[in-house]
């Protein structure tokens, strides 16, 4: 059975420091997207990296794909309030399976 | 655009009673998926249509659960009789499937606002 593990479970953080949240497995996925849920929401698509070794840049937000494809991680750069929200990954081979995700929380 | 509708927002029944929960995927959109989240499992897929048929139903927890795509504009999830640990937040979501089946999974999902069931 294919498991995504996120870590860590809960993060809160001053505004304008730095994070990094990860996303691991054991199996291998050919595809991984993140996502941000707010409270009373459902999640939204921030990026789906695809090929090993692979670098996406939102804004702040940098996303990496492990060369094994295997696991992803997620770094904030001078976090801000409007990023605090429950952050996903989930990865893809036959079917999607999500993690459980990263409560992250952005004190002003 | 309209996104993903959900109704309910909200539902509160006893256990026993049947629980209908209502989506309307974006139009245009010809996959859909029915997800169930809960604090302890996470986020799980439970089932999902590509063009009204349903493709993959192995995370349905069991006979108690079951949906329908009757047209393209329309699903539901049924549970029926509804139990405590049924109490979770129920998405829809809808993808435009562009790809082929092994790459689906790279498709961007649109979830709707969910539906917070409570069964007491």
């Known amino acids: 059975t294919q498991l995504l593990e996120q870590s860590p479970q809960f993060l809160s953080i001053q505004e304008g420091e730095n994070l990094t949240v990860y996303c691991n497995s054991s199996?291998?996925?050919?595809?991984l997207q993140w996502y941000r849920q707010e409270p009373g929401e459902g999640p939204v698509l921030l990026v789906t990296?695809?090929?090993?070794?692979e670098v996406k840049k939102l804004k702040r937000l940098t996303f990496q794909f492990g060369d094994a494809r295997k696991d992803s991680s997620l770094h904030i750069t001078a976090a801000q309030p409007g990023d605090t929200g429950l952050y996903l990954c989930?990865?893809?081979?036959?079917?999607?399976?999500f993690g459980k995700g990263t409560r992250l929380h952005i004190l002003p | 655009d309209a996104g993903v509708i959900q109704s309910p927002r909200h539902e509160v029944t006893e256990m026993g009673q049947e629980v209908t929960l209502r989506c309307k995927p974006i139009?245009?959109?010809?996959?859909l998926f029915w997800y169930r989240q809960t604090m302890m499992r996470g986020l799980e897929l439970l089932i999902y249509f590509n063009n009204n048929v349903p493709i993959d139903d192995s995370g349905m927890p069991e006979d108690r659960f079951s949906a329908k795509m009757p047209n393209a504009s329309f699903s539901t999830l049924k549970i029926q009789p509804s139990e405590p640990r049924d109490s979770a937040v129920y998405f829809c979501?809808?993808?435009?499937?562009?790809?082929?089946?092994?790459?689906?999974?790279?498709?961007?999902?649109?979830f709707g606002p969910g539906t917070r069931l409570l069964v007491l």
């Open positions: 139009s245009g959109h010809n996959s």
């Open positions: 990296v695809v090929t090993g070794g």
């Open positions: 989930a990865g893809g081979s036959d079917k999607i399976i």
């Open positions: 199996s291998v996925f050919s595809s």
């Open positions: 979501a809808s993808s435009l499937a562009l790809l082929s089946a092994r790459d689906r999974e790279q498709e961007t999902q649109y």
